[in-house]
C-alpha cells in the first residue's frame, strides 16, 4: 500500500513584493516564467516517489496564479507523470484577487484537476491594502470569488492579516465579518509580523500593541466559533470537514516534497530545503541549502511542539506508543497551565485553549525544556 505524501511547488513570482514579506518571491520576472516551468519540470522528473501516493499538492508562493493557468496545469500533469496522484487528492493553488477573477482561466484550472483555492484577501478595507502594498481591491476579492464559484470550485480559503498599522479592534471585527460573507470553507488568520530586512521593519512602531493584538487574536476565534466555525492549528479555522489536508501534514508530521527554490521538504527520514536562488536553479544547479537526516529524539520534540499548536493536542497514550516515554513528566507542568487557563485536558488529549495560544512560544519552549531534561536524565542512569 502507498503511503501518503504531500507535495509542495513553490512559485516564486508576484507582481509586486508586499511592504511585509519574507517569503521568496521576485516581482517583474515575467521572461522566465516558462523557464522556470521546464526547471520545474526536470527537477521533479529526477525524484523517486517509489511506494507513495500525493494524497496532497499544493502550489504556494510567490503568487502562483500570476503563472497563468496553463502554465500551472502543464505543472500538475508534470507532477501526476512523476507520481500517483490520488483520486480525492486536495491539489491547491494559492492566489492573489487581481490574477484570480477571470472565469475562463479557472474552469482551466479546474479541468486540470485543482480543486482548491487559498485567495489572498489580507483585509476588506482598500486603503489598508495599499498601506500593505497589495496591488487589488475588495471588489477584486467578490470577483474572484464568484469566478470561482462559477468555474466549480468547492473549496475556497481566504487568508486575513490583522495587526496592522493603525488598525483598531473594530476595523478588524468588520473585516473578519466581511471574509465569513463571502462563504469560504476555510479560514487563514495571522498577526502581522515585522520581520526585519522588509519594508515593514522601519514601520514597525506603527503596528497595534501586544495587547491589541491579543485581542484581535481572541476576538477572532470567539467570532469564528459563534459562526459555526472550527479551530484547527493556531491561526487556521475551518467548517467542519473543511480543514486543510496539505497543512495538517505539517502539524502531524506527515511527510511532504517541495520542489523549486527555497521549498522545504520533510521526505523519507530527511528534512532539507532548496537554495533560495533562481538563477542557480534555472541553470539546473538547485542545490540544498540544508538538509539533515532527523532523529528519533528530534521528532519527538517535533510532535511535541506541533501537536501544540493544533486543537487535536497531545494523546499521552500516542505519545508512549510511538516513542516509548512516560508522559507523566510533564503532568505537573501542564496541570498549572490548566489551573492559569492556558490548557485543558479533555477527550484523553491535553490542548491549549485560545489564550493559550497567545503564548505558547513560552508554553513549548518549557516543554521542550522538560523533555530534554528528561532525556537527559534518563541517559545518564
Given at each position: 500500500m502507498?503511503?501518503?505524501?504531500?507535495?509542495?511547488?513553490?512559485?516564486?513570482?508576484?507582481?509586486?513584493?508586499?511592504?511585509?514579506?519574507?517569503?521568496?518571491?521576485?516581482?517583474?520576472?515575467?521572461?522566465?516564467?516558462?523557464?522556470?516551468?521546464?526547471?520545474?519540470?526536470?527537477?521533479?522528473?529526477?525524484?523517486?516517489?517509489?511506494?507513495?501516493?500525493?494524497?496532497?499538492?499544493?502550489?504556494?508562493?510567490g503568487t502562483p496564479s500570476y503563472l497563468g493557468p496553463r502554465r500551472l496545469a502543464r505543472l500538475l500533469e508534470a507532477v501526476a507523470d512523476v507520481c500517483p496522484v490520488t483520486a480525492d487528492a486536495e491539489i491547491t493553488f494559492e492566489a492573489n484577487p487581481d490574477s484570480a477573477g477571470e472565469p475562463k482561466g479557472l474552469s482551466v484550472l479546474r479541468k486540470a484537476g485543482f480543486n482548491r483555492i487559498s485567495l489572498g484577501m489580507q483585509s476588506a478595507d482598500d486603503l489598508e491594502l495599499k498601506a500593505l502594498g497589495r496591488v487589488h481591491t475588495m471588489a477584486q476579492v467578490q470577483k474572484a470569488v464568484d469566478a470561482a464559484?462559477?468555474?466549480?470550485?468547492?473549496?475556497?480559503?481566504?487568508?486575513?492579516?490583522?495587526?496592522?498599522?493603525?488598525?483598531?479592534?473594530?476595523?478588524?471585527?468588520?473585516?473578519?465579518?466581511?471574509?465569513?460573507?463571502?462563504?469560504?470553507?476555510?479560514?487563514?488568520?495571522?498577526?502581522?509580523?515585522?520581520?526585519?530586512?522588509?519594508?515593514?521593519?522601519?514601520r514597525r512602531d506603527t503596528l497595534p500593541g501586544e495587547d491589541l493584538q491579543a485581542d484581535m487574536y481572541l476576538e477572532t476565534t470567539n467570532f469564528l466559533e459563534s459562526q459555526g466555525w472550527r479551530q484547527y492549528e493556531i491561526s487556521n479555522f475551518a467548517r467542519p470537514g473543511w480543514e486543510s489536508r496539505h497543512n495538517l501534514k505539517y502539524w502531524t508530521l506527515g511527510e511532504y516534497a517541495g520542489f523549486g527554490p527555497g521549498a522545504h521538504s520533510d521526505f523519507r527520514g530527511v528534512r532539507y530545503a532548496w537554495a533560495r536562488d533562481l538563477d542557480a536553479f534555472l541553470r539546473g544547479d538547485g542545490r540544498c541549502s540544508a538538509s539533515e537526516e532527523v532523529s528519533p529524539a528530534e521528532r519527538e520534540r517535533e510532535w511535541l511542539m506541533l501537536g501544540l499548536r493544533t486543537a487535536r493536542g497531545l494523546d499521552p497514550a500516542v505519545y508512549k506508543e510511538r516513542?516509548?516515554?512516560?508522559?507523566g513528566q510533564f503532568l505537573p507542568f501542564l496541570e498549572r497551565c490548566e489551573a492559569a487557563g492556558y490548557a485543558r485536558f479533555e477527550e484523553s488529549r491535553w490542548r491549549l485553549t485560545p489564550r493559550g495560544f497567545l503564548v505558547s512560544n513560552s508554553i513549548i519552549g518549557e516543554l521542550l525544556a522538560q523533555q530534554e531534561h528528561f532525556a537527559t536524565s534518563f541517559g545518564k542512569d
Amino acid at each position: 500500500m502507498s503511503k501518503p505524501l504531500g507535495i509542495y511547488i513553490h512559485v516564486p513570482f508576484c507582481k509586486q513584493k508586499c511592504i511585509y514579506c519574507d517569503f521568496y518571491s521576485l516581482p517583474c520576472q515575467e521572461d522566465r516564467m516558462d523557464d522556470y516551468v521546464s526547471a520545474l519540470q526536470g527537477q521533479l522528473a529526477e525524484a523517486d516517489f517509489s511506494g507513495y501516493a500525493a494524497d496532497s499538492v499544493y502550489f504556494g508562493g510567490g503568487t502562483p496564479s500570476y503563472l497563468g493557468p496553463r502554465r500551472l496545469a502543464r505543472l500538475l500533469e508534470a507532477v501526476a507523470d512523476v507520481c500517483p496522484v490520488t483520486a480525492d487528492a486536495e491539489i491547491t493553488f494559492e492566489a492573489n484577487p487581481d490574477s484570480a477573477g477571470e472565469p475562463k482561466g479557472l474552469s482551466v484550472l479546474r479541468k486540470a484537476g485543482f480543486n482548491r483555492i487559498s485567495l489572498g484577501m489580507q483585509s476588506a478595507d482598500d486603503l489598508e491594502l495599499k498601506a500593505l502594498g497589495r496591488v487589488h481591491t475588495m471588489a477584486q476579492v467578490q470577483k474572484a470569488v464568484d469566478a470561482a464559484r462559477r468555474a466549480g470550485f468547492e473549496n475556497f480559503s481566504l487568508d486575513l492579516i490583522y495587526g496592522l498599522p493603525g488598525q483598531t479592534l473594530a476595523r478588524w471585527r468588520e473585516n473578519l465579518a466581511a471574509a465569513v460573507a463571502l462563504g469560504p470553507e476555510h479560514l487563514s488568520c495571522y498577526g502581522l509580523k515585522a520581520e526585519e530586512g522588509t519594508p515593514l521593519y522601519a514601520r514597525r512602531d506603527t503596528l497595534p500593541g501586544e495587547d491589541l493584538q491579543a485581542d484581535m487574536y481572541l476576538e477572532t476565534t470567539n467570532f469564528l466559533e459563534s459562526q459555526g466555525w472550527r479551530q484547527y492549528e493556531i491561526s487556521n479555522f475551518a467548517r467542519p470537514g473543511w480543514e486543510s489536508r496539505h497543512n495538517l501534514k505539517y502539524w502531524t508530521l506527515g511527510e511532504y516534497a517541495g520542489f523549486g527554490p527555497g521549498a522545504h521538504s520533510d521526505f523519507r527520514g530527511v528534512r532539507y530545503a532548496w537554495a533560495r536562488d533562481l538563477d542557480a536553479f534555472l541553470r539546473g544547479d538547485g542545490r540544498c541549502s540544508a538538509s539533515e537526516e532527523v532523529s528519533p529524539a528530534e521528532r519527538e520534540r517535533e510532535w511535541l511542539m506541533l501537536g501544540l499548536r493544533t486543537a487535536r493536542g497531545l494523546d499521552p497514550a500516542v505519545y508512549k506508543e510511538r516513542f516509548g516515554q512516560r508522559f507523566g513528566q510533564f503532568l505537573p507542568f501542564l496541570e498549572r497551565c490548566e489551573a492559569a487557563g492556558y490548557a485543558r485536558f479533555e477527550e484523553s488529549r491535553w490542548r491549549l485553549t485560545p489564550r493559550g495560544f497567545l503564548v505558547s512560544n513560552s508554553i513549548i519552549g518549557e516543554l521542550l525544556a522538560q523533555q530534554e531534561h528528561f532525556a537527559t536524565s534518563f541517559g545518564k542512569d
